[in-house]
Structure formats: C-alpha cells, structure tokens
C-alpha cells in the first residue's frame, strides 16, 4: 500500500528540540522529493521544507530557517524533521508529503500522510 | 516573496457550479496545483500542473490558469465537496513553495 505514515510529535517547551519521522511505503522512495507541511490550529496550510530525492538539495521556508532541518535516509525510506529553538507558533499538525513526479523537483504533493501533532508550550 | 490570493468563502447550491480563483503575480506563468481538506482530514490533490486531474478524482473537477488569476471550477457541486480548497504553486525565484490562504466551499 502506498502511504506516509508520521511520528515524533508530541508536547515540547520553548525553546526545546524535537525529531519528527515520516515513514514511507508503497513507492521508490529514493525517486521522488519529500516535504513538511504545517497546519497550526484553526489555520491554513503552510510549507515548512522540502529535500530532493537524491538529497542533494534541501529547502526551507524563511520561518524556520536555521532552526529546522530535513533530512532523509533512503535506505530505510524515511525523511526526517529536526525541530530546534521551538516557539510557540510551532504549534501545528505536521504533514510529510510526497512530490507528484519522480526525478523531479518539489512542486505537487500527491500523497500525504496523517500528520503529527507538535505542542510547544510551557 | 510571491503570495497568493483566495477568498475565504465561496458559496453554491447543490447542482451548480462552484469557482474558486486564486490569484498572484504573473500567476500563469507559473504551474497550479490545488488540494482539497475535509475537516480532521490530511490534504487530498484535486488538480495539479494547473487542469490535471489524478487518478480517483471525478471530472466534474477542472481547473485553469492564464494571466494573474488560477481557477478551480467544481460542475455539479454534491454535498460531499463541502471543504477548504487550497492552491499552490512552486516559487522558483525564492525555491519555496506558496500556499494560498485557503477557500471555504460551503454547500447550501
């Protein structure tokens, strides 16, 4: 069955880290670009960062940049969100999602996981 | 850095047909994709690279993209399409991906 499945969210304070992990099955991982995207509650979809198939390349929204960082192992099929100096407006469901067309750039995301959800608070 | 423009909230009765726009800068040089989210739900690909549908999606979905303004239209809108739509697009200039705000179908 082709499907993301997210974990590691959970219930951080500021200024704290936290990993997030996103599983994926069904498809040639290693083909296709990943990304996170996030939805804080009660609000619209937000791009958090993206990574190449290969790795090689990585991106992130002005947002988090320098604080979060993608990875991906494509021997386990498994991309990975390192959170650091969390914030408040952290706080959202985070969903990994995968890109439409393999060997390709981020543009369409056609499979996306459940998500997780990431509390930052005190 | 690039945004894009929805209206919270489209509204339309059973059997009609609902328009949503999304608007941005030079918008049709650019490739639409656009996501429906029922509630509790993850992000579902209606239309991507501006009127392609994915396999599974009706084709009552359909969508276009030319000059500043992309649209998903919806024909013979059912109770079951009631949801928040979301467009997006591939910003090359800053590599990052942009979201529109999001629209609210409301099925009367």
């Known amino acids: 069955e082709v499907q993301l499945l997210e974990s590691g969210g959970g219930l951080v304070q500021p200024g704290g880290s936290l990993g997030l992990s996103c599983a994926a099955s069904g498809f040639t991982f290693s083909s296709y670009a990943m990304s996170w995207v996030r939805q804080a509650p009660g609000k619209g979809l937000e791009w958090v960062s993206g990574i190449s198939g290969s790795a090689g390349s990585t991106y992130y929204a002005d947002s988090v940049k320098g604080r979060f960082s993608i990875s991906r192992d494509n021997s386990k099929n498994t991309v990975y969100l390192n959170m650091n100096s969390l914030r408040g407006e952290d706080t959202a469901i985070y969903y990994c999602?995968?890109?439409?067309?393999?060997?390709?750039?981020?543009?369409?995301?056609?499979?996306w996981g459940q998500g997780t959800m990431v509390t930052v608070s005190s | 850095s690039y945004v894009l423009t929805q209206p919270p909230s489209v509204s339309v009765a059973p059997g009609k047909t609902a328009r949503i726009t999304c608007g941005g800068n030079?918008?049709?040089?650019?490739?639409v994709h656009w996501y429906q989210q029922k509630p509790g739900q993850a992000p579902v690909l209606v239309i991507y690279?501006?009127?392609d549908r994915p396999s599974g999606i009706p084709e009552r979905f359909s969508g276009s993209n030319s000059a500043n303004t992309a649209t998903l239209t919806i024909n013979r809108v059912e109770a079951g399409d009631e949801a928040d739509y979301y467009c997006?697009?591939?910003?090359?200039?800053?590599?990052?991906?942009?979201f529109g705000g999001g629209t609210k179908l409301t099925v009367l």
């Open positions: 997006q697009v591939w910003d090359s200039s800053s590599d990052h991906v942009v």
């Open positions: 999602a995968k890109e439409s067309v393999d060997m390709a750039t981020i543009d369409a995301f056609d499979l």
């Open positions: 690279y501006d009127s």
């Open positions: 030079n918008i049709g040089s650019k490739s």
